[in-house]
Nanobody, 115 residues
Framework: QVQLVESGGGLVQPGGSLRLSCAAS????????MDWYRQAPGKLRELVAT???????AYADSVKGRFTISRNNAMNTVYLQMNSLKPEDTAVYYC?????????WGQGTQVTVSS
């Protein structure tokens, strides 16, 4: 079956960096769009970044210039490089595989930005 496994979350000080990874299995990864979402306590889940199967990227305004999404199809992995982190970036981050009628979610990884 399809599995998405995130890693790389943790506690970081404001201004710091983290890199999230999401490894996919059980599906032809290169065929699909990959997204990163996040959900903060008491808030709706929001789309943070997306990368299509042809490597086109898009970002939420709140993270433009600070976050970079990338994918390695040979490794079936999508990444989210997060720089200049702010306390408001604190959330559970989820990877999502979509397109062609498919929709799968990872279990989420906690990112906490605090001094």
């Amino acid at each position: 079956q399809v599995q998405l496994v995130e890693s790389g979350g943790g506690l970081v000080q404001p201004g710091g960096s983290l890199r999230l990874s999401c490894a996919a299995s059980g599906i032809m990864f290169s065929t699909y769009r990959m997204d990163w979402y996040r959900q903060a306590p008491g808030k709706l889940r929001e789309l943070v970044a997306t990368v299509t199967r042809v490597y086109t990227t898009a970002y939420a305004d709140s993270v433009k210039g600070r976050f970079t999404i990338s994918r390695n199809n040979a490794m079936n992995t999508v990444y989210l490089q997060m720089n200049s982190l702010k306390p408001e970036d604190t959330a559970v981050y989820y990877c999502h595989l979509g397109g062609l009628g498919a929709s799968y979610w990872g279990q989420g990884t906690q990112v906490t930005v605090s001094s």
